[in-house]
C-alpha cells in the first residue's frame, strides 16, 4: 500500500519560513506527479505547487516565488519550502500522488497524506 507522510509543519509569524516534507512508500510506478495542496475549513482544497518524476514544475499564481517545490529521490521525498508566509497561507497542507499530471492537477490525486498544519500568525 502507497503511503504519503508529510511533516514539518508548525506556527510562525508572517514573513516566516517553513520547510514541509512528504516522504512516500511502496510507490509502485517509475514515473509520478506531486502535488501540495491546502485546504482551510469552508473552502475548496487548492493545489500550490507540483512536480513530476522528470521534475517539470509548476506553481499557483498564489504562491509563485515564494515557495518553492523540488525532490530528493533517494529519500523518496518532495519538499515544500515556503518563505515570505502570509496569513492567508494558513492551513492545512497535504501532498497528494498520481502516476500521471491530469489526476494530480484536478485536485483529485490517487493517493493522499494525511495533512501537516501550517499557522502563520500577524
Known amino acids: 500500500q502507497v503511503q504519503l507522510v508529510e511533516s514539518g509543519g508548525g506556527s510562525v509569524p508572517a514573513g516566516g519560513a517553513l520547510r514541509l516534507s512528504c516522504q512516500v512508500s511502496r510507490w509502485p510506478h517509475s514515473t509520478y506527479c506531486m502535488g501540495w495542496f491546502r485546504q482551510v475549513p469552508g473552502k475548496e482544497r487548492e493545489g500550490v505547487a507540483f512536480?513530476?518524476?522528470?521534475?517539470?514544475?509548476r506553481y499557483s499564481d498564489s504562491v509563485k516565488g515564494r515557495f518553492t517545490i523540488s525532490q530528493d529521490k533517494a529519500k523518496s521525498t518532495v519538499y515544500l519550502q515556503m518563505n515570505s508566509l502570509k496569513v492567508e497561507d494558513t492551513a492545512m497542507y497535504y501532498c497528494?500522488?498520481?502516476?500521471?499530471?491530469?489526476?494530480?492537477?484536478?485536485?483529485?490525486?490517487?493517493?493522499w497524506g494525511q495533512g501537516t498544519q501550517v499557522t502563520v500568525s500577524s
Open positions: 497528494g500522488a498520481a502516476q500521471f499530471w491530469s489526476p494530480v492537477l484536478s485536485g483529485q490525486p490517487d493517493y
Open positions: 512536480i513530476d518524476s522528470i521534475g517539470s514544475i
